[in-house]
């Protein structure tokens, strides 16, 4: 065997497990469990971390102001130091009908706690806050929707969640949100990002019993009130930068049941228009998620090439160079790769002939990732809306993963 060639028979192989053996990552039917109304509906707090969330508080607050919901609910919207006036059109939004508390409207408090203590991030220095208004209120709530400002609710969403998570015995259920694919690169980037995401916490290995794959989707989480307790959240992760994921990982240790899923109408109106705004995101975690370990990244770094590079580059150069055992190899693990794409690309609504491209937009994954490891290297750690938020050896998010 010619070198080219058995590197092509492992990237083949590499699929034959991602397909077989990673949890059916790839699959999309991964919706709400079983939902049962209960016969009293628990008191709940919806909680919204807001930073500079102006644009789009008009379409994500007033979903959830508008929720049906038959139990009581009341929203906290935490100012987390913003400069646009998200406080004040989050107040104005409440006070129009039909939206206002007099209509039917569930009811709303705006709090600013001003700039967070040393070692915490911003969105938990927020959450920690909504919470504590949340349990100062008479009923107190059974369950906290934490959802980020950016979020649009179906009118039923959180009658939704809360009978899954009562009739299952939920104690931290999460949707991934369906993103924004509007212009180009949000097409190529978005549906990516979910593929690689499941491909990293399989969901059906987060919802199995007793499993050690713990993930939650941070822009939607149901989470019960006990297991916030039991869990110590938010201060056991008040420096996570990837908060969600460290959220499951505490639920999960304490006991606690946890559950992730695709949303079918809870969406995000955060928009990605260009490549810029793409890298931002994703530079901003990637490193962290490696646990900002140079090792991890060159582990992380040759295992993409390997799966995503090696098909494409391994069928051209076999048919060129007359290498037709690593041209079949090649072509069969690109076509696996494709294979594997379609379900995320048919839950976004794209054409089939995008799962074409994901080795290109995977090559993009990896350049941002290692981007993210020079940005911490120089000292910038994770950006967000203004605050830098540097590493520390033994935050919650160190043992993050799987």
């Known amino acids: 065997m010619t070198y080219l060639t058995s590197i092509a028979v492992l990237s083949l192989a590499a699929w034959g497990w991602l397909l077989l053996g990673r949890g059916f990552y790839w699959r999309t039917d991964v919706r709400l469990p079983e939902r049962r109304e209960p016969a009293r509906w628990p008191p709940v707090a919806v909680v919204v971390p807001a930073r500079d969330e102006a644009a789009v508080l008009r379409d994500s607050l007033a979903s959830l102001l508008g929720q049906d ?115 180009p690169w949000e097409r190529l980037a978005v549906p990516a990002f979910v593929h690689f995401f499941a491909q990293l916490y399989p969901f059906r290995r987060v919802n199995r019993p007793g499993t050690r794959t713990a993930a939650a989707a941070g822009g939607c989480m149901l989470l019960r009130d006990e297991a916030a307790e039991r869990a ?8 996570a930068v990837i908060d969600d994921v460290a959220l499951a990982r505490a639920v999960r240790d304490g006991g606690g049941r946890i559950w992730l899923g695709l949303a079918d109408r809870v969406r995000s109106v955060r928009a990605y228009p260009r490549l810029r705004d793409i890298w931002q995101m994703v530079a901003r975690s990637a490193y962290t998620q490696l646990r900002h370990n140079p090792a991890l990244l060159a582990l992380t770094v040759l295992g993409l090439l390997l799966v995503y590079a090696v098909p494409p580059v391994a069928l051209v150069a076999g048919l060129a160079g007359g290498a037709p055992v690593a041209a079949v190899a090649g072509g069969l693990a690109w076509a696996v790769m494709a294979g594997t794409y379609l379900p995320v690309l048919r839950y976004y609504g794209l054409p089939r002939k995008a799962s074409l491209l994901l080795p290109f937009t995977a090559g993009l994954y990896l350049v941002m990732t290692v981007g993210s490891a020079v940005r911490h290297a120089r000292g910038r750690g994770a950006a967000w809306k203004g605050r830098v938020y540097a590493p520390r050896p033994g935050t919650a998010e160190e043992g993050a993963g799987p």
């Open 69 to 183: 919901y038959p139990g009581y609910a009341e929203i906290f919207l935490v100012d987390d130091g913003s400069t646009d006036g998200t406080g004040d059109l989050a107040r104005a939004l409440a006070a129009r009908p039909p939206l206002s508390v007099r209509r039917g409207g569930l009811p709303l408090t705006v709090l600013s706690p001003g700039e967070p203590e040393p070692g915490w991030t911003g969105k938990m220095w927020a959450v920690r806050h909504g919470m504590a208004a949340a349990r100062s209120r008479t009923p107190r709530p059974e369950y906290l929707l934490l959802t980020d400002a950016d979020i649009v609710h179906h009118r039923d969403s959180l009658r939704e969640m809360v009978s899954a998570a009562r009739h299952s015995g939920l104690d931290l259920l999460s949707l991934m949100a369906r993103l924004r694919t509007v212009t």
């Open 232 to 239: 110590g959240y938010p201060e056991t992760v008040h420096d």
